[in-house]
């Protein structure tokens, strides 16, 4: 059975950073794209950020430069590193697995996620 | 990149058909995945490509598409069904609806 468990979420101040992770198991990690998704309270779903190995990663253009994704294969772990963050990335923080049939893209697993607050 | 458009909400009484329509004039392919999120749960597959339904996804689930628009059905609409639902682009670039709040009446 697959499981991603994200950790790491929690209150932190205007400008703080963060490091979100997700334990995989289940299957073989190294083998899959892995991404975050975000749902800000109240929101719909929104697509942060996806990675195979470090030399293929994405970003969304509204966490470029300040988010890093990262992966720990030997320890089936997806992270994401938060920098400089606003009231604007407060959300629940999901890891998601990528899926791909047919020429299409989806996800087909999702962990429970995370909550992020970012609040003075 | 392109936007998806859902209707915000859509209510139905027990045991009729609720259709959620998801429309987006650059949608690459002729059918769009569909995700059921449940007050405080992760978001579900329900409908893939093909309209083909994950396992333990029930039967009266359904996808369609006309033109630049594609529709979730559900028939026979159960108590549980009540979630918001999410229409995602079947490619790359991992746009979402804004999503649809289905309330069972």
Same mark, same amino acid.
Do not use: H, M, Y
């Given at each position: 059975e697959v499981q991603l468990v994200e950790s790491g979420g929690g209150l932190v101040q205007p400008g703080g950073s963060l490091r979100l992770s997700c334990a995989a198991s289940g299957?073989?990690?190294?083998s899959y794209w892995m991404h975050w998704v975000r749902q800000a309270p109240g929101k719909g779903l929104v697509w942060v950020s996806r990675m195979y190995d470090s030399g293929r990663t994405t970003y969304a253009d509204s966490v470029k430069g300040r988010f890093t994704i990262s992966r720990d294969n030997a320890k089936n772990t997806l992270y994401l590193q938060m920098n400089?963050?606003?009231?604007?990335?407060?959300a629940v923080y999901y890891c998601a697995r990528e899926a791909y049939s047919g020429g299409s893209y989806f996800f087909d697993d999702w962990g429970q996620g995370t909550l992020v607050t970012v609040s003075s | 990149s392109y936007k998806l458009t859902q209707p915000p909400s859509v209510s139905v009484s027990p045991g009729q058909t609720a259709r959620i329509t998801c429309s987006g004039d650059?949608?690459?392919?002729p059918y769009a995945y569909w995700y059921q999120q449940k007050s405080g749960q992760a978001p579900v597959l329900v409908i893939s490509k093909d309209n083909e339904r994950p396992s333990?996804?029930? #039967?009266?689930f359904s996808g369609s598409s006309s033109g630049t628009t594609v529709t979730l059905t559900i028939s026979g609409?159960?108590? #549980?069904?009540e979630a918001d639902y999410y229409c995602q682009s079947?490619?790359?670039?991992w746009v979402f609806g804004g999503g649809t709040k289905l309330t069972v009446l």
């Open positions: 299957f073989t990690f190294s400089s963050l606003s009231a604007e990335d407060t | 650059a949608l690459p392919k333990g996804i029930p #039967e009266r609409v159960q108590a #549980e069904d079947p490619d790359r670039s």
